[in-house]
T-cell receptor
């Protein structure tokens, strides 16, 4: 089955600086890679996703890059703000005609924005 | 759009009892829903895939007789934890994606916190 590794487990950055979280996956059949933000006791919220036919995607301060050859994808947050503090999860799944597999998650990164 | 709800949001039960958790897609239909479990300060682990009109598919290590899944309609899946024990205490979250025949984006319900005494 799929295995997703995520680093670092904790990341502390100064407000206004950039944060980068990295993930690797093992199954070359995976073709969908979402990122979720989860605040304590709440549901994971989708913040950005990328499909395997795209190398990079950006949405305002958030960007994701994908390297299929290396089986590696990263989340980039620029101009960090206090409200960015949360746990971030990367995930991978295989989507095919007629349905999708469930998501395999990384272990999460606790992002701390220092004022 | 793409709203998923769960009920109840939290439940406390005695060891040996059964608990039913509902997951509903409020503004879309979904042939497939997923159930995850999240222990404190850990990641989400896929438990099973719920398929409308057919049997659920369970991940390795998940007891299908303990975690009963019923996908009764295109907007409702239920997870029943049978004969619950303290080690079943966890945060149970469902997800679904819009699209009857193709979906990748998954939206999560608010989760159900189960505490077994």
């Amino acid at each position: 089955g799929e295995n997703v590794e995520q680093h670092p487990s904790t990341l502390s950055v100064q407000e206004g600086d950039s944060a980068v979280i990295k993930c690797t996956y093992s199954d070359s059949a995976s073709n969908y890679f979402p990122w979720y933000k989860q605040e304590l006791g709440k549901r994971p919220q989708l913040i950005i996703d990328i499909r395997s036919n795209v190398g990079e995607k950006k949405d305002q301060r958030i960007a994701v890059t994908l390297n299929k050859t290396a089986k590696h994808f990263s989340l980039h947050i620029t101009e960090t703000q206090p409200e960015d503090s949360a746990v971030y999860f990367c995930a991978a799944s295989r989507v095919k005609g007629g349905g999708a597999d469930g998501l395999t998650f990384g272990k999460g990164t606790h992002l701390i924005i220092q004022p | 759009g793409a709203v998923v709800s769960q009920h109840p949001s939290w439940v406390i039960c005695k060891s040996g009892t059964s608990v039913k958790i509902e997951c509903r897609s409020l503004d879309f239909q979904a042939t497939t829903m997923f159930w995850y479990r999240q222990f404190p300060k850990q990641s989400l682990m896929l438990m099973a895939t719920s398929n409308e009109g057919s049997k659920a598919t369970y991940e390795q290590g998940v007891e299908k007789d303990k975690f009963l899944i019923n996908h009764a309609s295109l907007t409702l899946s239920t997870l029943t934890v049978t004969s619950a024990h303290p080690e079943d205490s966890s945060f149970y979250i469902c997800s679904a994606g819009p699209g009857l025949y193709y979906t990748d984006t998954q939206y999560f319900g608010p989760g159900t916190r189960l505490t077994v005494l």
